[in-house]
């Protein structure tokens, strides 16, 4: 049976220690867009999730040195494409790994507007199309918490999740 090992309550945390953990909690994969071309902005993140069903709410943590951080901000919305296993390529590039910034990394892919006017990408599992609601400032990122104003969702496909420096596909057990 494995074990753990306790850190006493008064020892700091070891950053390395955490995010070696934090490798072994599989994320969903998704793109946070924002903006009006010429002038939009996106980033793949896994720190997103559902806030509530009353009304439809949703959040996403955006690192504050991020390119569309200060547009979200500004246009005070947001949209949450959460990604298919076929999505891995465009994952990449929004990661940043390619070098590309801004409106060049919505070269690929095929996008619209919904409500607010953030992109959308057309075939992503789901968007969720918000007016941001509050942004809390904590440590190097901002909570967004977002009022969903549209979504789309598309059936039967399966969402990319990204888990030990890896991206998968969830498996039914």
Same mark, same amino acid.
């Not at 002038?39 to 720190?47: E, F, P, S, V």
């Given at each position: 049976m494995p074990s753990a090992t306790p850190l006493s309550e008064t020892?700091? &945390?070891d950053a390395a220690a955490f995010r070696a953990a934090m490798r072994s909690v599989p994320g969903t994969v998704s793109i946070v867009t924002t903006g009006r071309a010429p002038? !939009?902005?996106? &980033?793949? &993140?896994?720190?997103g999730c559902s806030l509530s069903a009353a009304p439809p709410s949703v959040l996403v943590c955006v690192n504050r040195s991020a390119g569309a951080h200060d547009t979200i901000l500004s246009s005070r919305s947001f949209c949450w494409n959460i990604l298919g296993v076929e999505h !891995?390529?465009?994952a990449l590039k929004f990661s940043g790994q390619d070098g590309s910034k801004g409106d060049i990394r919505?070269?690929?892919g095929l996008w619209c507007d919904l409500k607010t006017g953030a992109p959308s990408l057309?075939?992503?599992v789901c968007s969720f199309d918000c007016r941001v609601v509050n942004a809390y400032s904590d440590s190097s990122h901002t909570i967004f918490t977002g009022e969903v104003v549209a979504q789309t969702t598309r059936a039967g496909c399966e969402s990319l999740v990204y888990i030990d420096g890896c991206f998968a596909a969830p498996k039914a057990v």
């Open positions: 020892s700091p &945390l002038n !939009r902005h996106g &980033l793949t &993140l896994t720190a !891995r390529d465009l919505f070269g690929d057309v075939g992503a």
